[in-house]
RNA sequence: GGGGCUAUAGCUCAGUUGGCUAGAGCGCAGCAUUCACAUUGCUGAGGCCCAUGGUUCGAGUCCAUGUAGCCCCACCA
């Protein structure tokens, strides 16, 4: 096919992408040494957004590159059912229809969601073919599959038979609007103004009281003792006593406990068991009863007082601090900022509130963890995310897997009806009752964290334990994910595939960041500032799109996205594909000719920049990598080479060029380049994804050196025209065969209206290394270029004034390094020459 | 309270173990244009690399302190 006289993305990439598939493209090639990654499983509730535009770049750029090394790519795509999330998505929906979740059983809630979800993964494979991901659909792997599920069982069975699952009363963190209970990590804590209420609680013999200090006056129904530090000499004779408790008259003692803070507040603390955190603690340490007065609905209910029952916690706090006031118990109040909890999805305050739950003990996961990331099993990039996650895990606290939700993996577990701490282990969770030795148990309603049964994707997703896949890929060698779920995720996979695999499961982190606005602000829908990656796959094309997040992006910082560097992709596609119609019109055959100087040069240039460009993408430094492939398309084959061969072709070596730009440009466009391999009659039945890097012969250095000479004197010409603003100007040269071979060149490169031989000075002289050549400029126009001139001269004598200083200075001629110092006296050389040249010339013009 | 990040051209950002005469894209100014490409070509302007001190022959890069932004974790009642 003829191609069209500009890159159009929209014809070509759907084509595409179903060549790559129906030719198995990213089926592991079984040659090479493996190299597997897995793609962060999508949330299959919605639409993919910038992040995953930017985090599939990434990680089908590495793949693509690690083919294009001969390795045998393994590329994994999936889905998570992603349960608390789903439900939240699917609710909203449920609302628009004027229904909600308590309109549905669990079990009809659950098939709902899962059609819901079901019809949201087709949508979501298309827009990941969209993007180009090169991943092997025949290992999709869904995180509600069979085997998922098994093994997700498996690790809590085991975890539990080791006595590392356990079931226990704790305070978690609760959701009254989504009625189910959060890990610590996913609550997010917001600075909010408070108050400090001063509460004067009497004594229960005698006259006097004591006077505590609380932010939450609604839970001193449920207070059963009032803590003071035991080093406090105001309370010292105190502590053993009771306090009568307001509004309720219970009796409850104040205790001594060194948590306190006697400089805080009043230096005495309400102590509620049942709704702090801390005040758990300490009524464990003390023995103290735990009484509840706020319900799962988020209302003051259980033992209080008739009055209160039933208002929610911001109205009974309001009752509360009117009746404590109206019975003269108020004793005063301070302002105070606080950190308060949310639900991170309705931002509803979160409740302590007591719960059995499922826990695992983190601590000894988290050792063996750090141990592997301290013998640097693991590489970070970049570093700085190793020592976050070692702090994270040195701090780490239990991890709680309950949800009480519709949407998840159910966890097979049952209790006993007559007996709620006999809990057994069990995989029949379709069943709500089972007969188990005569006794009846009663399946858990609850369902597991997401990210429980996630934190074992690279191993699920290959099989484990018995396949050859997970034999021959695991450890993956690259987990590319966003710095945001480095705890959440990141880190309970390495936890998790050292206690199930016994090994790292990856060998290598990279984090990226987060896309912002273009100004640095969250994308959000109610900032109105959220860009849909499909729609600029629809203006740009995939390609650009990919270029746009890729260039300029180094892993752990946030990135904004900046539609110019689209743009710029796009642009670049285009510049590939222009290129190749200039093969494609000129090129007639592979017929290798003897290499003219502009060969030795590019072949020169390309030997440079792929040695840059393997060692960057090794490093995984994409961003520089696609600079040095930018480049040479751009500066040395369009601005250069292809110019040179319109004077004179090589159709061999331009078609070879071409190729092994299309090879090297493919990992970041993969579809522009896979789109003109196919046209080009170039090896018409092979495709270029999977295509080896290509070794060309070396440059001659000197005939290199010599076409660089002419491009130099091209460029000072052209300096020199504009600069004087003259056209129709008439170029002569001295004898030197060097000009002759290129005077078609030159004249076509600087518009100058004619090149020949010529033995007088005519004009303005213009020089260039040991060439020169005349213009038939008057003097009188070259005024500007004079004051370049002398800039140039100035420019050249404070350098040789650097350099003479540096290689004066004895210290630097004895430590730097002897190749350094040897630079320098050749730039000093240089520099003195250059400088010799350009007075030679402004005295030309001087006269 | 603990951990971490950022500060470089008008804008958005690169700059690996110190060797920089500090780069890119976009933007800006001027010129060109039927010849692969206006998704173009050419020429150019534009920077006390946040501040101060230190280490070093040499610092955008390393160290310390400060200033200004930002993120994460945490049980300040």
Excluded at 243 to 261: C, G, H, Q
Excluded at 328 to 333: C, D, I, R, T, V
Excluded at 533 to 541: K, R, S
Excluded at 681 to 691: A, H, N, V
Aim: proline share 5%; charged share 25%; aromatic share 10%.
């Amino acid at each position: 096919m003829k191609l069209s006289k500009s890159y159009q993305p929209q014809e070509h990439e759907a084509a595409i992408y179903s060549l790559w598939e129906s030719r198995n493209a990213f089926i592991p090639s079984q040659k090479g040494s493996p190299y597997a990654l897995v793609m962060p499983p999508v949330n299959a509730n919605g639409n993919l957004h910038m992040g995953h535009a930017l985090t599939f770049s990434i990680q089908d750029i590495a793949a693509r590159y690690q083919r294009s090394q001969g390795k045998s790519v393994l590329y994994i795509p999936g889905a998570d059912h992603a349960g608390f999330e789903t439900q939240v998505v699917f609710e909203r929906e449920l609302i628009k229809t004027g229904k909600s979740r308590f309109d549905y059983s669990r079990e009809e809630l659950y098939k709902n969601i899962f059609k819901f979800v079901d019809q949201n993964r087709t949508n979501l494979h298309s827009q990941i073919r969209r993007l180009g991901a090169s991943v092997d659909w025949t290992r999709y792997t869904f995180s509600l599959d069979p085997a998922v599920v098994r093994q997700a069982y498996a690790t809590f069975h085991s975890m539990w038979q080791q006595g590392l699952i356990y079931r226990g009363e704790r305070l978690v963190n609760f959701c009254t609007y989504h009625g189910t209970a959060f890990a610590d990590i996913e609550v997010v804590h917001k600075e909010e103004q408070g108050k400090l209420w001063h509460i004067s609680y009497p004594l229960t013999e005698g006259k006097g009281s004591v006077v505590i200090a609380t932010t939450r006056p609604e839970t001193m129904l449920g207070d059963t003792a009032v803590a003071v530090n035991p080093l406090d000499k105001r309370y010292q004779e105190l502590i053993g006593k009771t306090l009568r408790l307001p509004l309720t008259n219970r009796e409850i003692p104040i205790i001594a406990d060194s948590y306190v803070d006697p400089d805080y507040g009043t230096g005495a603390v309400k102590i509620t068991p049942a709704h702090d955190p801390n005040d758990f603690e300490i009524g464990e340490r003390h023995d103290l009863p735990k009484v509840t007065v706020i319900g799962f609905d988020g209302r003051l209910v259980h033992d209080v007082p008739e009055p209160f029952k039933g208002l929610t916690v911001e109205e009974g706090r309001a009752a509360i601090i009117n009746a404590l006031s109206k019975n003269g118990y108020l004793a005063g109040s301070e302002d105070l900022v606080h950190s308060v909890g949310h639900c991170y999805k309705c931002g509803t305050v979160i409740e302590p509130l007591l719960m059995e739950q499922w826990f695992i003990d983190m601590k000894p996961l988290a050792k063996q963890a750090i141990t592997a990331i301290r013998a640097g099993e693991i590489k970070f990039i970049p570093d700085t995310k190793r020592k976050q996650l070692i702090n994270y895990l040195e701090n780490i606290r239990d991890w709680n897997i309950s949800r009480q939700i519709a949407w998840g993996i159910p966890i097979p577990a049952f209790v006993n009806e007559n007996d709620p701490g006999d809990w057994i282990y069990d995989e029949r969770v379709d069943q709500e009752v089972i007969e188990v030795n005569n006794k009846t148990y009663r399946r858990d309603p609850d369902v597991f964290d997401t990210w429980f049964s996630s934190s074992s994707w690279p191993y699920v997703t290959l099989g484990f334990p018995a396949s050859d896949n997970y034999t021959k890929f695991y450890p993956l060698e690259l987990m590319e994910s966003g710095f945001d779920i480095l705890y959440q995720w990141i880190g309970r996979m390495i936890m998790l595939g050292l206690y199930v695999t016994k090994q790292v499961p990856f060998k290598r982190v990279y984090l990226h960041g987060m896309i912002t606005d273009e100004h640095g602000r969250k994308m959000s829908k109610s900032v109105g500032n959220v860009i849909n990656p499909m729609e600029v796959i629809d203006a740009y094309g995939s390609d650009a799109l990919r270029i746009g997040m890729i260039s300029g992006q180094t892993p752990g910082n946030n990135q904004p996205y900046v539609p110019s560097k689209v743009i710029g992709g796009r642009n670049f596609c285009n510049k590939l594909w222009n290129i190749a119609r200039f093969v494609q019109d000129k090129v007639e055959s592979d017929q290798l000719a003897k290499l003219s100087l502009a060969d030795h040069w590019i072949l020169n240039r390309y030997d440079t920049m792929l040695r840059a460009y393997r060692k960057l993408m090794d490093n995984y430094r994409f961003s520089e990598a696609y600079e040095e492939i930018y480049h040479f398309v751009w500066d040395d084959i369009a601005d250069w080479y292809i110019e040179a061969s319109k004077v004179s072709l090589n159709p061999g070596l331009v078609k070879q060029l071409l190729e092994a730009s299309l090879i090297l440009a493919h990992p970041f466009a993969p579809f522009v380049t896979e789109t003109i391999w196919q046209n080009l009659d170039i090896t018409p039945d092979s495709l270029l994804s999977g295509r080896q890097l290509l070794d060309l012969p070396k440059g001659n250095r000197r005939s290199a050196a010599n076409f660089n000479t002419i491009i130099g004197l091209i460029n000072q010409v052209r300096s020199m025209l504009v600069a004087t603003g003259t056209i129709d100007v008439k170029l002569s040269y001295p004898s030197s065969s060097l000009l002759k071979e290129h005077t078609s060149l030159i004249k076509q490169l600087t518009g100058v209206s004619s090149v020949a031989l010529g033995s007088g000075e005519v004009g303005v002289e213009i020089a260039y290394a040991d060439l020169k050549v005349w213009l038939d400029i008057s003097q009188d126009r070259v005024v500007a270029y004079k004051q370049r001139l002398d800039n140039q001269i100035q420019q050249e004598l404070t350098k040789i004034a650097r350099l003479e200083s540096r290689l004066n200075n004895p210290q630097y001629v004895k430590r730097a390094p002897a190749d350094l110092v040897k630079q320098s006296h050749e730039q000093l050389a240089a520099s003195k020459q250059n400088l010799h040249q350009l007075k030679v010339e402004r005295q030309q013009l001087a006269r």
